[in-house]
């Protein structure tokens, strides 16, 4: 199996050349998602991370990360939102991923931090969460100037000279002990909290905050206890799963290819991805409403129902075609007909999206007789709708088509 975006023959005409980007041959159907991501509507909280596209071919932009699921593959960027939907993402490219020249200077982590942020229109005080691959105190510096809250763990290497405790003072004071400074520029609190080992957080949205217990195994006594953690170590752990929630429901249903091109992972995860911010925005909107959604199985199902069912889909026949002699050809009609008459196929009911979406739904007169498929009417009618494939009313005293294809 092979599907092309961009065909070779256009290459050296395309607008983005190899020597530019390395994902040339998708980058139509890449900036296409891109631009339809950044339509969404930003929640308060949102987090980045590192997303992986399974794939372990050859490619020289091929990454490896310890404790994904996924460990090899294609290493994307993600901003989303707490819940999972995602607002920007970058593929890594290397030295030539795509940046804004002015966040080069921080890095590729911070940058890509700045990058992401930066195409969208973030409202004053929207907090932001990351771990220790992106912080550093130079992007906590920038966010604040953009008047952005933050918070993310932070490598003890790049304190910039801050003071805390070390880790045999903290765990001779026992585990839920943490210590606090503020950093130089003033207005950034470092928090380290020991647990099983220590842990370092950055934040200017709140100090230690009011200290929470939480339940911890105990190795030694072989029973749970009560832990002291700050709250900026709850909010942190509660909001920063947003990307690990998006990548759990891309691994539900993820569109199996067996191909060993890095553009047909990458062309379906695009596809993947779209299928289910698509159902996050759906899911958001009933949940609005107080009504009831659907899971994502059922989503996708009606999706391909909605596209096989367009316009020019015809049954894709399968095995070696071959031709029939005549005596064959009589008996196959006698047993169609044969069989038509004893019973008749059972008509499937369009889905929501095809029979509302007012495109080609025309009436046409049969033969027969056939109960109206427009709720609550039970009258028979000799009309159905060519697309959808189903019974309706088309009189003078009553016009179930309308009805039908306007209802939702």
């Known amino acids: 199996m092979d599907l092309k975006i961009v065909q070779n023959q256009a290459r050296l005409q395309s607008m983005y050349p190899d020597n530019l980007d390395r994902l040339w041959k998708v980058r139509p159907i890449i900036d296409i998602v891109q631009k339809k991501t950044q339509t969404i509507s930003p929640s308060e909280h949102l987090s980045c991370d590192e997303q992986m596209v399974p794939f372990t071919g050859n490619?020289?932009?091929?990454?490896?990360?310890?404790?994904?699921?996924?460990?090899?593959?294609?290493?994307?960027?993600?901003?989303?939102?707490?819940?999972?939907?995602?607002?920007?993402?970058?593929?890594?490219?290397?030295?030539?991923?795509?940046?804004?020249?002015?966040?080069?200077?921080?890095?590729?982590?911070?940058?890509?931090?700045?990058?992401?942020?930066?195409?969208?229109?973030?409202?004053?005080?929207?907090?932001?969460?990351?771990?220790?691959?992106?912080?550093?105190?130079a992007l906590l510096e920038r966010l604040s100037e953009m008047g952005l809250y933050r918070t993310g763990t932070i490598r003890s290497n790049r304190l910039q000279g801050a003071r805390?405790?070390?880790?045999?003072?903290?765990?001779?004071?026992?585990?839920?002990?943490?210590?606090?400074?503020?950093?130089?520029?003033?207005?950034?609190?470092?928090?380290?909290?020991?647990?099983?080992?220590?842990?370092?957080?950055?934040?200017?949205?709140?100090?230690?905050?009011a200290v929470n217990k939480v339940r911890r195994w105990c190795k030694q006594t072989k029973a749970y206890l009560q832990v002291d953690q700050p709250q900026v170590v709850s909010l942190y752990n509660q909001y920063m799963g947003g990307v690990d929630k998006f990548d759990q429901m891309l691994s539900y249903y993820r569109t199996f290819i067996r191909s060993k091109k890095w553009t047909m992972r990458l062309i379906f995860h695009m596809v993947d991805l779209s299928i289910c911010n698509s159902w996050l925005e759906y899911v958001a909107d009933r949940k609005a409403k107080a009504e009831r959604s659907m899971d994502l199985l059922s989503f996708r199902m009606e999706i391909a129902e909605a596209l096989t069912s367009a316009e020019g889909m015809t049954p894709r026949?399968?095995?070696?075609?071959?031709?029939?002699?005549?005596?064959?050809?009589?008996?196959?009609?006698?047993?169609?007909?044969?069989?038509?008459?004893?019973?008749?196929?059972?008509?499937?009911?369009?889905?929501?999206?095809?029979?509302?979406?007012?495109?080609?739904?025309?009436?046409?007169?049969?033969?027969?007789?056939?109960?109206?498929?427009?709720?609550?009417?039970?009258?028979?009618t000799r009309t159905m709708c060519l697309k959808c494939n189903v019974p309706l009313c088309l009189e003078e005293d009553r016009n179930c088509f309308k009805e039908f294809h306007i209802k939702k």
């Open 317 to 380: 026949r399968r095995g070696r075609p071959r031709s029939l002699t005549s005596s064959e050809e009589d008996e196959h009609e006698n047993v169609d007909e044969s069989v038509s008459r004893k019973r008749k196929m059972k008509l499937q009911r369009p889905c929501s999206a095809g029979k509302n979406d007012a495109f080609s739904h025309w009436p046409q007169k049969v033969k027969g007789q056939s109960r109206c498929k427009n709720s609550p009417c039970v009258l028979k």
């Open 164 to 209: 805390l405790e070390t880790d045999s003072d903290m765990k001779k004071r026992g585990r839920g002990s943490f210590c606090e400074v503020v950093a130089s520029s003033g207005d950034t609190c470092l928090v380290k909290w020991m647990d099983n080992r220590s842990v370092i957080l950055a934040s200017n949205m709140i100090e230690s905050g």
């Open 59 to 137: 490619l020289d932009i091929k990454q490896y990360i310890r404790g994904k699921p996924c460990p090899w593959g294609i290493k994307i960027f993600v901003l989303c939102n707490a819940d999972g939907r995602v607002l920007s993402f970058e593929i890594y490219q290397s030295k030539k991923t795509n940046m804004a020249e002015e966040y080069k200077s921080f890095g590729l982590g911070a940058g890509m931090v700045l990058n992401l942020a930066g195409r969208l229109q973030l409202v004053e005080f929207t907090k932001l969460y990351f771990d220790n691959f992106f912080t550093s105190l």
